[in-house]
T-cell receptor, first 112, second 107 residues
Framework: NAGVTQTPKFQVLKTGQSMTLQCAQD?????MSWYRQDPGMGLRLIHY???????DQGEVPNGYNVSRSTTEDFPLRLLSAAPSQTSVYFC???????????FGPGTRLLVL | GQQVMQIPQYQHVQEGEDFTTYCNSS?????IQWYKQRPGGHPVFLIQ?????EVKKQKRLTFQFGEAKKNSSLHITATQTTDVGTYFC???????FGKGTRLHILP
């Protein structure tokens, strides 16, 4: 199993540009989530999904959209990037919301 | 809203010294998980505690879950350079992470 994969690993955007961060898992996990990690802020939940077709907002959802058309994929979309979205983004998956989470390697995003 | 606080946020220890980080929740937790993130890496699951007063050990690491299931601790005995990283606790319900405790080891 590849586990949780994320692409790209690094990305530089200009303010106002849009992009999609990809996340995929091959463990048949129902629960997937996106976090952003900023210095001194720990991991903050952006959006999560408890299964295909179901998504919900986390702690810091503004500026981000998600969809879950399949169990395997959970892309995160930035429609109009802002410098405040410069961060490291982690995708995670688990069998259930309270089960062990498996994290992807992260995407480092810089918005100029 | 539910809060998970972790202290200290940052700590230096001499190699060989013990280290403890504490996690406190504003509400009762169903379970608590601990993760370790090496510098430049991603969080990796260490352990999950479920029962009130539960204590689990992994070699030099000892994890405790409070009787009221509102707090937890991670204690590392005789730290080694391989222990460097940030340790996160994560409580149930949308898995709210503490801000982490970054551990540095001084040789």
């Amino acid at each position: 199993n590849a586990g949780v994969t994320q692409t790209p690993k690094f990305q530089v955007l200009k303010t106002g540009q849009s992009m999609t961060l990809q996340c995929a898992q091959d463990m048949n996990h129902e629960y997937m989530s996106w976090y952003r990690q900023d210095p001194g802020m720990g991991l903050r939940l952006i959006h999560y999904s408890v299964g295909a077709g179901i998504t919900d907002q986390g702690e810091v959802p503004n500026g981000y959209n998600v969809s879950r058309s399949t169990t395997e994929d959970f892309p995160l979309r930035l429609l109009s990037a802002a410098p405040s979205q410069t961060s490291v983004y982690f995708c995670a998956s688990s069998y259930g919301m309270t089960e062990t989470q498996y994290f992807g390697p992260g995407t480092r995003l810089l918005v100029l | 809203g539910q809060q998970v606080m972790q202290i200290p946020q940052y700590q230096h220890v001499q190699e060989g010294e013990d280290f403890t980080t504490y996690c406190n929740s504003s509400t009762t937790l169903s379970n608590i998980q601990w993760y370790k993130q090496r510098p430049g890496g991603h969080p990796v699951f260490l352990i999950q505690l479920v029962k009130s007063g539960e204590v689990k050990k992994q070699k030099r690491l000892t994890f405790q879950f409070g009787e009221a299931k509102k707090n937890s601790s991670l204690h590392i005995t005789a730290t080694q350079t391989t222990d460097v990283g940030t340790y996160f606790c994560a409580g149930r319900v949308k898995i709210i992470f503490g801000k982490g405790t970054r551990l540095h080891i001084l040789p």
